[in-house]
């Protein structure tokens, strides 16, 4: 059965009340970083929209409030249930902002919410955390705010290293758009590019004053799964 804890983040006293939903698949799960571990855990930050799957073809806009509508990329579903069974934890990430601009309801984000967590967990793979920033300054109503976990800011990262215990520098950003990318960068992860095919000819990718560079673009996700899997099977055999 899927369980999902829906909870609402606030952050401290420099910072305004968020709206920023962390769900969380399987809550019944041992906590990670266990003391019994050899190594701290490492993740998988995985962009929702335009990495793990996309709106219609037929689509405007860059998202689709029907969860019927997405197009999983080629591959994705398999390379992470593959991922998971390697012990990966796999967390999703990305601001919401057709929910901050009022384009789409917030209830109807948590429907999409969970049905998508549901299907995944129906195929088998266990999302640890989703990170979804709802707000933003200027949004509509009371999304008008930032919050601590708004991208390119690095909240997500933080909150998944000391809640989870995660090993960032060991972790990888898997990601088609510049804000997931310098996130990660900023937080010590490794960084893999998702390009559809439209890498940037210098390799960097650039949005306002973003400029970074990730160490690998591949064509899909599943094949960026592929890549993190076998960097980490190398630095097991050969440790630093």
């Given at each position: 059965?899927?369980?999902?804890?829906?909870?609402?983040?606030?952050?401290?006293?420099?910072?305004?009340?968020?709206?920023?939903?962390?769900?969380?698949?399987?809550?019944?799960?041992?906590?990670?970083?266990?003391?019994?571990?050899?190594?701290?855990?490492?993740?998988?930050?995985?962009?929702?929209?335009r990495?793990?799957?996309t709106?219609?073809?037929?689509?405007?806009?860059?998202?689709?409030?029907?969860?019927?509508?997405?197009n999983?990329?080629?591959?994705?579903?398999?390379?992470?249930?593959?991922?998971?069974q390697?012990?990966?934890?796999?967390?999703?990430?990305?601001?919401?902002?057709?929910?901050?601009?009022?384009?789409?309801?917030e209830r109807?984000?948590?429907k999409?919410?969970?049905q998508?967590?549901?299907?995944?967990?129906?195929?088998?793979?266990?999302?640890h955390?989703?990170?979804?920033?709802?707000?933003?300054?200027?949004?509509?109503?009371?999304?008008?705010?930032?919050?601590?976990?708004?991208?390119?800011?690095t909240?997500?990262?933080?909150?998944?290293?000391?809640?989870?215990?995660?090993?960032?520098?060991?972790?990888?950003?898997?990601?088609?758009?510049?804000?997931?990318?310098?996130?990660?960068?900023?937080?010590?992860?490794?960084?893999?590019?998702?390009s559809?095919?439209e890498a940037?000819?210098?390799g960097?990718?650039?949005?306002?004053?973003?400029?970074?560079r990730?160490?690998?673009?591949?064509?899909?996700?599943?094949?960026?799964?592929?890549?993190?899997?076998?960097?980490?099977?190398?630095?097991?055999?050969?440790?630093?």
């Open positions: 059965m899927h369980l999902a804890q829906v909870g609402r983040v606030r952050g401290g006293p420099q910072v305004p009340a968020a709206h920023t939903h962390i769900s969380m698949s399987h809550p019944h799960l041992r906590p990670l970083g266990d003391s019994h571990d050899a190594t701290p855990p490492r993740a998988l930050f995985i962009q929702r929209w990495t793990l799957f709106p219609p073809a037929s689509s405007r806009r860059a998202w689709c409030a029907s969860f019927s509508g997405v999983f990329a080629p591959g994705a579903l398999q390379a992470l249930f593959r991922a998971g390697r012990g990966w934890t796999i967390y999703l990430l990305g601001n919401e902002d057709a929910v901050a601009g009022g384009q789409w309801s109807s984000w948590e999409f919410e969970r998508l967590l549901g299907h995944l967990a129906q195929e088998g793979i266990k999302v955390r989703n990170y979804a920033c709802l707000d933003r300054p200027g949004g509509a109503g009371s999304h008008d705010k930032d919050s601590v976990f708004r991208l390119p800011g909240g997500v990262f933080y909150h998944a290293a000391q809640q989870d215990g995660i090993d960032l520098s060991s972790s990888w950003v898997i990601a088609s758009d510049p804000l997931e990318l310098a996130a990660g960068w900023r937080a010590g992860c490794r960084l893999a590019a998702v559809h095919g940037p000819a210098d960097t990718y650039r949005k306002d004053n973003l400029c970074v990730p160490e690998h673009i591949l064509p899909e996700l599943s094949a960026a799964l592929e890549l993190a899997s076998r960097s980490a099977a190398v630095s097991h055999r050969h440790p630093a």
